[in-house]
């Protein structure tokens, strides 16, 4: 007898729309918990605020052309303003001709051969997150939330600066985002609502300075290094990015545009990556099934070997978790373009300047493109079945020239955390703990994210 499906938590839809009273106020708390029946199967949504109004795309075709489109729908104003504290003007929020050569130069870091030489560093910060468990004494549970933020946060300072991240510094960093994600999910929330929000975006510049700080010490010394024409130590991320040429000007990044490129690929690289391990720990202590097979997959394929890029394709099984944990949790639920132009889609028209909104949280939960959709399964990666609504309904990294940079980067740091985990320990979920989406920057679990780890 086959188990039966666990269907993990999500906000209900309500039956009916709300009112846009009640869409400011359950959405100030998180954009997944205004949705209703609807949301999850219309083809094209319309959503008038007093201030902006806001279009979702659901049907595929339409998502295909938005993603594909690129530079033609650029990311949102009001997306860019939010985040503007953190990242400035980087390849995450610029636009057009200027993004084409920011792409261009952020490219090189992410080449194969970096991708391979990072799979030590990945498995050592692996590594040190069993031994702080280890440390800890596994007679209690731990709330695995701020962990894997550390994990993830010290997996991009090995590999952007090489360097290793403290507990301290790791501490600063999960509280700062947290706050800057709160202001800054609030001023969006003003700003779609044509209310004022500059009192948010000027409390989210606090935990932002408090985030680039952290990094601004080794940044600098780098950029004064390489400009002072001294050999070059490292052969990271870091160093790729001071050394990338402009691609028509040859010229370098300065001071301030490495800062925020490097505050780009920090952030998405990190809080995205930790939210994906979150929630990948928390399927399979609730789903003890899928996890023995996944450790013995771990087993039959590693062993007690350092892990290797070579051994994560062999496991299917891990990397199917990780892919349906990304269709049930995109950390990045839904993306946000402006309306270039007066156009047409399907029925409506759409007035430049509008949000358009691209959302795998909808289409990746979608009845007509995938069956029992809020349901965890990980074997729907494995059925031959499926591979078209993969390519089509699956799109956690988006698509086309926007695509994620580090997608190849996430799914391996991702799957040697979990690969490692299981290799040490069963997880379980905490006693009397009930996890619970909410979606602001990232989708994050609200209360934490309370699991015991025992000893296999
Ligand atoms: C599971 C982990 C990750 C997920 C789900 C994810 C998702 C995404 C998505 C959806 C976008 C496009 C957003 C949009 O179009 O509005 C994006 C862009 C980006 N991501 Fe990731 N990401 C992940 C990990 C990473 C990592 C590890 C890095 C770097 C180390 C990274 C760096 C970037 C950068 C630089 C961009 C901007 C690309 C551009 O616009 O040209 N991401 N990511």
Redesign the pocket.
């Given at each position: 007898m086959t188990d039966p499906l666990f269907t993990p938590p999500f906000p209900q839809p309500t039956r009916n729309k709300r009112t846009m009273m009640q869409r400011f106020f359950i959405g100030w708390h998180s954009w997944i918990h205004v949705l209703f029946e609807k949301s999850y199967t219309m083809k094209m949504g319309e959503v008038r605020g007093r201030g902006q109004t806001m279009y979702i795309a659901n049907e595929l075709v339409l998502v295909d052309r938005i993603l594909k489109g690129g530079t033609e729908f650029p990311?949102h104003h009001e997306l860019v303003k939010g985040l503007w504290p953190l990242i400035g003007n980087s390849?995450?929020s610029a636009n057009g001709e200027d993004?084409e050569n920011q792409?261009a130069m952020?490219n090189p870091a992410f080449a194969h051969t970096a991708l391979a030489k990072s799979m030590p560093l990945m498995a050592a910060a692996a590594d040190a997150f069993l031994a702080r468990i280890e440390a800890a004494g596994t007679d209690k549970s731990f709330d695995v939330d701020p962990m894997m933020t550390h994990v993830a946060a010290d997996i991009?300072f090995r590999t952007l600066f090489s360097e290793t991240l403290d507990l301290q510094r790791s501490a600063i960093i999960h509280k700062a985002f947290g706050r800057f994600q709160r202001y800054s999910h609030s001023a969006s929330m003003l700003g779609l609502y044509g209310l004022p929000s500059r009192w948010f975006e000027k409390w989210s510049e606090r935990p932002a300075t408090a985030i680039r700080d952290v990094f601004r010490p080794i940044v600098t010394a780098r950029f004064d290094a390489f400009h002072a024409g001294e050999p070059a130590q490292y052969k990271d991320i870091l160093q790729s990015l001071v050394e990338a040429k402009h691609p028509e000007t040859g010229a370098h990044f300065t001071l301030k545009e490495l800062m925020d490129q490097v505050a780009?690929?920090f952030l998405?690289?990190h809080e995205?990556?930790a939210s994906?391990m979150t929630w990948a720990l928390y399927l399979l202590a609730e789903c003890a099934h899928i996890q023995d097979r996944a450790r013995a997959e771990v087993a039959q394929v590693a062993g007690e070997d350092p892990f290797t890029a070579a051994m994560l394709k062999d496991m299917p099984v891990v990397r199917n978790v990780f892919k349906e944990t990304?269709r049930l949790y995109?950390?990045?639920a839904f993306?946000p373009r402006e309306v270039p132009c007066p156009m047409q889609m399907r029925d409506k028209q759409l007035e430049p300047g509008a949000m358009l909104v691209v959302a795998p949280w909808l289409t990746q939960r979608n009845k007509d493109n995938w069956a029992c959709p809020h349901a965890f399964d990980p074997d729907r990666f494995a059925d031959p079945a499926n591979a078209e609504m993969a390519k089509q309904a699956w799109f956690?990294?988006?698509r086309g020239p926007?695509v994620?940079?580090?997608a190849g980067?996430?799914q391996q740091e991702?799957m040697t955390v979990i690969a490692a985990t299981l290799r040490r320990y069963r997880l379980t979920v905490a006693k009397g703990f009930k996890a619970e989406p909410i979606s602001r920057l990232t989708v994050r679990p609200r209360k934490g994210m309370k699991l015991m780890f025992e000893r296999v």
């Open positions: 990311k390849v995450f993004w792409r952020v991009i780009t690929i998405a690289g995205t990556s994906t990304l995109p950390p990045l993306f956690p990294f988006s926007r994620c940079v580090g980067f996430a991702v």
